[in-house]
């Protein structure tokens, strides 16, 4: 692991926002991945603060995910991420969110490649904007408090009389004896971080960090 601590931030905060983007368009060459994608390795990983609002991050794996997102400080993030279809072709989204709402701004296997929002449909046929319908439903206090009326099994003599204690009393618990301390209930995951270098560089108003597979 290596901690650096710079001086001369500002030049190195314009080369991390520039490697965020470099390393998002680069071509990692991943091997033809099988598996499960949840377990997929992480073969490189980038995530940066730069200060003033601006930050981003950005990771490929191994099976041909690529994502990238980051923000010019302005409340708005920019970011994309790829993966392959079943079809084995490698299909990229690009989006913006920010006070203008979440807005695809590419995407050709996305049928209205998310340019223009839906219509607004509100209006009947003379033009006049219709109020929406609620559904209301029945707020009648139950004569139990631990009936549902809605719910078969609760009809039973000791809940419709509020007697929750006599229904508990009646009921066999099947709940299975505490194992022995130490003993272990379920398989640990095997879930770790791949081996690789690590590069944390710190300067006053935020960090770069950097990750790379072995």
Known sequence: TFIRHSSTHTSRMARIVASVA?????ALAAPQFTGDSSNA???????????????????AQEDGVVYREESGGNNERIGQYSYIGDDGKTYTVKYSAGVNGFRILGGDHIPSGGQTAAQN???????????????YYDDTKPASPFVNPHDPSHQQKDLLAGNLAGLLAGRVFTTPAPLPFGVATTEAPNRFFPPGQIKLDRFPEGFNFNFKSQ
């Open 41 to 59: 390795r992480i073969l490189q990983e980038q995530r940066f603060n730069a200060g003033g609002g601006k930050f981003g991050s950005a990771f």
């Open 22 to 26: 470099i390393f998002a368009c680069s």
């Open 121 to 135: 449909n509100n209006v009947n046929a003379a033009g006049e904007i219709q109020e929406y319908d609620y559904e």
